[in-house]
């Protein structure tokens, strides 16, 4: 089915700013909602953020609402997360899935591949 690529990782200071793209192949990225996740070794993906297929409705983990912004351009296929305010905490690969479940995407179709987001003190 659908293809997602994440991109856009990096290192960045505490309180600096990033922005993650997950670009979508094959079939068409608004089919489904989307999900923002990410994990650190030894622990559990973590959801941060959705945004939903028909009404661009948004929903954001308590540990990063007010500073991430998630958004999506159905032209080019893409969702992305504004990630501002960085803090430390928020180091991780960061990966983007359909999103079956709405709001907090308890069932995932498709996987990305991931990208490192680093931020350092």
């Known amino acids: 089915q659908v293809q997602l690529v994440e991109s856009g990782g990096g290192l960045v200071q505490a309180g600096g700013s990033l922005r993650l793209s997950c670009a979508a192949s094959?079939?068409?990225?608004?089919?489904?909602?989307t999900g923002w996740f990410r994990q650190v070794p030894g622990k559990e993906r973590e959801f941060v953020a959705s945004?939903?297929?028909?009404?661009?409705?948004?929903y954001y983990a308590d540990s990063v609402k007010g500073r991430f912004t998630i958004s999506r351009d159905n032209a080019k296929k893409t969702v992305y997360l504004q990630m501002n305010s960085l803090k430390p905490e928020d180091t991780a690969v960061y990966y983007c899935?359909?999103?079956?479940?709405?709001?907090?995407?308890?069932?995932?179709?498709?996987w990305g591949q991931g990208t490192q987001v680093t931020v350092s003190s």
């Open positions: 899935a359909e999103c079956r479940i709405w709001p907090s995407c308890k069932a995932v179709g498709s």
């Open positions: 945004i939903s297929r028909n009404s661009n409705s948004t």
């Open positions: 094959g079939r068409t990225l608004s089919s489904y909602s």
